[in-house]
């Protein structure tokens, strides 16, 4: 199968015509600090910029990638730059739905259903005499004068394990959850693609017109 | 770098840190956006707690607790949009995808784990031990009053489980991953390797849950406070509220890049348990992580504890390899 068809789901492509006096060499020299972070190795030969990212700060511009190749190529309406960059964090993200799908199965294949009370009353023997017990105790909930005084409402009457009841305890896992974040990851997924190619289209935009490295430090 | 003497050590000398409350930045703009970020962290707990002590018993469950807690995070991202703590730090697309897959595990695969082997089946059995009688004078208790002693507890517990891990080294190993974090955002409470998230998560507060409005209380106590640990919101905290509570600067500290200053505030939302074993420092770090900020991917901190525990056994107990006879140069 060709990979074309289905790699724009982590490949992202572009080009950007440069200013008609711009070479090769000040185009990637204004690119340049983009690729002199933490964790990123590049190289520069005829016209090509090639690099990689490993553990790449969270700060760094370009983060989101891990891989990419930027040439500058001569057409008839001036220099063009291509650019052709992988992340491996939006294949992840396309990716993540189908984990929390399988999540979602694995709870339910896992989790058994919830027995009716009787049942589990019948079978648990000496443990259910204690969760009795507790319950029993949940009926006579004492509440404190002070709170009385100031309107708190009064404790309910019965104890409601499996129930909605308090913090996680009482409520089996549900694959709700999973379902929600392989939504959750969906949506992800459709804005970060959408997202980080305007992102770094914008970025090696801003650093081709903007001041030069060397100006800039100059100025400064 | 010099570094600066807190008590008996000497932090900030790998890395900068801030010590001291009144070299901490304070919130920049107008007088409603400084008001604002004053009192939203008092007013926050207050209403809070108002609304589960008078909140009727068919509003008083656990799944409006969830509704509340995931309502009130994405107020807070809201809020890191708009009054960063550091620009540093602001959350990216990459940062916000990585987060929120350990929140996800957190809700779905650790859920089921906790539901068999975690503290709900140790309370479970403990509470099925003792009879619950012995604990009517507990449940006689006002309401707040049982909510802070779970919370409490818990917290308790927390301290000693988190400074364990930065002293024991099998324990290090699953909780060194949550340290690669360079920033903090309002999920990166969840992101470390699994077997840390369970450790953590473990405690007996719950064992005192006998009153669900208590439990739910207590709850949210854990939440209006503890949340603040992991945030990039600068807040004008009051003097009593950093005096009591673990803070995002308390916090940030602990997440320095500086070795010394991570050996410190350890507590998940009683900073004064800090104040009690003498382990606490006030003040912030912007520069976060291990490794001078190196960013660990999510396929390493699934990995990192059992590959470098294994590394750790076989420098210790395997075959040593012979090393080659030195030469003397001539």
Redesign the interface.
């Known amino acids: 199968m060709n990979l074309r068809f289905i790699d724009w789901i982590w490949h992202v492509r572009g080009s950007l015509a440069l200013a008609p006096e711009q070479s090769c060499d000040d185009a990637f020299d204004r690119l340049d600090p983009l690729f002199q972070q933490?964790?990123t190795s590049h190289e520069r030969t005829n016209g090509t910029l090639v690099f990689r990212k490993k553990?790449?700060?969270?700060?760094d511009k370009m983060?989101?990638f891990d891989w990419g190749i930027l040439r500058v190529e001569k057409g008839s309406a001036g220099s063009v730059l291509r650019y052709h960059l992988t992340s491996?964090?939006l294949l992840?993200?396309f990716l993540?739905p189908l984990m929390?799908l399988g999540?979602?199965q694995f709870?339910m294949a896992?989790?058994k259903p919830e027995q009716p009370t009787a049942e589990v009353a019948g079978k648990s023997g000496k443990?259910s005499d204690?969760?009795q017990?507790?319950a029993a105790?949940?009926a006579d909930?004492?509440?404190?004068p002070?709170?009385k005084a100031?309107?708190?409402?009064a404790?309910?009457k019965s104890g409601?394990d499996g129930a909605?009841?308090?913090?996680?305890?009482?409520?089996?896992?549900s694959p709700t959850?999973?379902y929600v974040?392989a939504g959750?990851?969906a949506a992800?997924y459709v804005?970060?693609r959408i997202?980080?190619d305007r992102l770094v289209r914008a970025l090696f935009r801003k650093r081709l017109l903007g001041p030069s490295s060397s100006s800039a430090r100059f100025a400064a | 770098m010099d570094g600066i003497r807190v008590g008996k050590r000497v932090i900030g000398t790998q890395a900068p840190v801030t010590v001291g409350w009144e070299n901490i930045p304070r919130v920049e703009g107008g007088p409603l956006k400084r008001f604002f970020f004053t009192w939203f962290q008092p007013t926050m707990l207050f209403a809070l707690l108002a609304f589960w002590y008078y909140a009727p018993n068919s509003i008083a469950k656990a799944s409006t607790a969830i509704g509340i807690g995931i309502g009130f995070k994405v107020l807070l991202l809201g809020l890191e949009w708009v009054n960063p703590r550091f620009d540093s730090w602001r959350l990216t697309w990459k940062e916000l995808v990585t987060d929120l897959f350990y929140v996800g595990l957190g809700y779905t695969l650790l859920r089921i784990v906790d539901d068999y082997i975690g503290s709900d089946v140790m309370v479970k059995a403990l509470q099925g031990h003792f009879h619950a009688d012995k604990f009517t004078w507990f449940m006689a208790l006002p309401l707040l009053v049982q909510a802070f002693l779970i919370s409490f507890i818990f917290d308790f517990g927390q301290y000693w489980m988190h400074r364990g891990m930065h002293n024991w080294y099998p324990l290090w190993l699953p909780h060194s991953v949550h340290h690669y974090i360079t920033q903090l955002n309002i999920n990166k409470g969840a992101v470390g390797n699994p077997v840390e998230l369970f450790l953590i998560g473990l405690g007996v507060g719950g064992f005192f849950d006998f009153v669900p409005r208590a439990f739910l209380l207590a709850g949210a106590f854990g939440m209006a406070i503890g949340t603040y640990q992991h945030i990039n919101v600068r807040f004008n905290s009051p003097r009593w509220w950093r005096f009591l509570f673990n803070t995002t600067e308390h916090h940030s500290l602990h997440h320095s890049q500086d070795y010394e200053s991570t050996r410190s505030n350890y507590s998940g939302a009683y900073i004064f348990i800090d104040r009690m074993f003498g382990t606490c420092i006030d003040g912030e770090a912007e520069l976060l992580g291990m490794e001078g900020g190196r960013r660990m991917s999510i396929r390493e901190q699934m990995t990192y504890p059992f590959t470098e525990g294994w590394k750790t056994i076989r420098e210790r107990f395997g075959r040593p390899v012979a090393a080659p006879l030195a030469v003397p140069a001539e």
Request: glycine share 10%; net charge positive; with cysteine.
């Open positions: 933490t964790g553990d790449q700060a969270a700060q983060s989101v491996r964090a992840f993200c993540a929390f999540i979602a709870t896992v989790v443990a204690a969760s017990k507790a105790k949940h909930v004492p509440m404190n002070i709170d100031l309107g708190a409402p404790p309910e409601k909605d009841g308090p913090g996680k305890r009482g409520k089996k896992p959850p999973a974040f959750i990851f992800l804005i970060g997202l980080e």
